[in-house]
């Protein structure tokens, strides 16, 4: 049964380039990574050359034995030039690396990732907010994220912004960052996790502060009751089909029993799926009947809900801002 492939294209920003920085951070990173490439490129040219060079002269002359010249000509390129350029490359990763993995400065706004198999976990402790798949930050303000992981090891990677940090369990790493244009990155797992590794994405929206402000009221705000019927009707279904066994939604389920995203702020998000599905009724829907035919290994069960029980969920997932 397909019925929503149409709807597979990927719903979150495409991915950044490393060499395209929006921050300090990436700005040395993509710094260090053109500097390698330089480097390397002039090493290869100077190889090259001198092949030319050498196959140029012996096609020339017969082969001759200039032992000194040999000798002379691999102490510089095989001894005196490596000696020069490895530890000017590794003084340079040092520096960058020490840059970037710096303590995050007192003003920075801590945020937490738990990485699971194969979805992300965000909150924001200074206000209580508890969200997933989605990293709001405001522009021109050192961000520190807290990672731990509930499973295996993943890794945070958003190209443009930073370096990757893993997520391992029982450990916490830290990542800090500051991101200077205001826009939506795409972010990945960067370290194979399982089956749906490739598509354990997460969206960084970077915005100014004050609109970074709101976003974070408004989720503070925000409570699963139903206003309406239709919605009162989308709850009660919820809760019979065993939604809120795992997911759980602000004054309505606990959840807990088996890791799955808090959906009490599900359609202020822009994506569903981790990043996989823009988040619209469709793609509920199909997510909801067979998550496994669009996401095979994940931990969400197929749901056998008839159509007027799906409709009166999906009307009250919609109202979940
Ligand atoms: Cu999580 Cu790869």
């Known amino acids: 049964m397909i019925l929503y492939t149409e709807a597979l294209p990927v719903a979150a920003p495409a991915p950044g380039s490393v060499l395209d920085p929006v921050g300090p951070d990436a700005a040395s990173i993509a710094g260090l990574t053109w500097f390698m490439i ?38 510089v390129w095989g001894v005196v030039i490596p000696m020069l350029v490895l530890p000017a490359v590794f003084a340079y990763s040092l520096v960058v690396g020490i840059g970037v993995s710096r303590p995050a400065p007192p003003e920075a706004l801590d945020i937490e990732v738990v990485g699971y198999q194969f979805w992300w976990e965000v909150r924001y402790p200074d206000s209580g907010v508890v969200t997933a798949n989605e990293v709001h930050v405001p522009v021109g303000r050192p961000v520190q994220l807290q990672l731990n992981s509930a499973d295996v090891i993943h890794s945070l990677w958003v190209p443009p912004v930073s370096g990757k940090v893993d997520l391992v369990p029982g450990r ?31 969206v960084l929206v970077a915005q100014p502060e004050e609109e970074f402000e709101e976003h974070l009221r408004t989720l503070q705000l925000s409570s699963g009751t139903p206003d309406t019927d239709p919605e009162r009707a989308g709850r ?22 088996a890791p799955a995203p808090d959906l009490t702020h599900l359609a202020s998000r822009d994506t569903i799926a981790a990043g996989m599905l823009e988040n619209n009724r469709g793609n509920l829907a199909g997510w909801i009947l ?12 197929p749901n056998n809900l008839g159509g ?6 999906l009307v009250y997932l919609e109202s979940l801002e």
């Open 38 to 75: 330089a480097l390397g490129g002039l090493l290869w040219l100077a190889t090259v050359v001198f092949l030319v060079l050498a196959l140029r002269h012996r096609a020339r002359r017969a082969p001759q034995r200039n032992t000194r010249g040999a000798k002379a000509f691999i102490a």
């Open 172 to 202: 916490e790493n830290t990542m800090t960052f500051q991101v200077d244009e205001p826009g939506t990155y795409l972010g990945e797992c960067a370290e194979f996790c399982g089956i749906q590794h490739a598509r354990m994405q997460f």
């Open 236 to 257: 009660d279904v919820f809760l019979s089909a065993s939604c809120g066994d795992c997911h759980r939604i602000e004054d309505v389920s606990e959840g807990g029993m």
């Open 290 to 301: 067979d998550p496994q035919g669009l996401k095979p290994g994940v931990r969400m069960p």
């Open 308 to 313: 007027d029980d799906l409709q009166a969920l």
